[in-house]
């Protein structure tokens, strides 16, 4: 089991930076596949970007591609979201999630396909 806490979001003006950290707790955060999913008010959880378990393998949404890079350092269990450019339709409650696999080049796009899941952390963008 892992437990996942999100920090870094704030609000930011557009054109602007932030980087998210989810830090995971446990000596196995290598075992997981891991994402960052995105909600805004009145909408459904969507996918922002999934890392394999070492990192080899990534693959982001088209409304951030470009913009935005994740990564992990599982020396420090800790995965990252570097946003980049960022717009007022990037504003939402960021989450990271992890699920445990055997396949180190998997990366998973769906929010039921991960089982664990952190609090979140808000981003807002201003115009």
């Known amino acids: 089991q892992v437990q996942l806490v999100e920090s870094g979001g704030e609000l930011v003006q557009t054109g602007g930076s932030l980087r998210l950290s989810c830090a995971a707790s446990g000596r196995t955060f290598s075992s997981y596949a891991m994402g960052w999913f995105r909600q805004a008010p009145g909408k459904e959880r969507e996918f922002v970007a999934a890392i394999s378990r070492s990192g080899g393998r990534t693959s982001d949404a088209d409304s951030v591609k470009g913009r935005f890079t994740i990564s992990r350092d599982n020396a420090k269990n800790t995965m990252y979201l570097q946003m980049n450019s960022l717009k007022p339709e990037d504003t939402a409650v960021y989450y990271c999630?992890?699920?445990?696999?055997?396949?180190?080049?998997?990366?998973?796009?769906?929010?039921?396909?991960?089982?664990?899941w952190g609090q979140g952390t808000q981003v807002t963008v201003s115009s």
């Open positions: 999630a992890a699920e445990r696999t055997i396949y180190t080049g998997d990366v998973y796009y769906s929010a039921g396909e991960y089982d664990y």
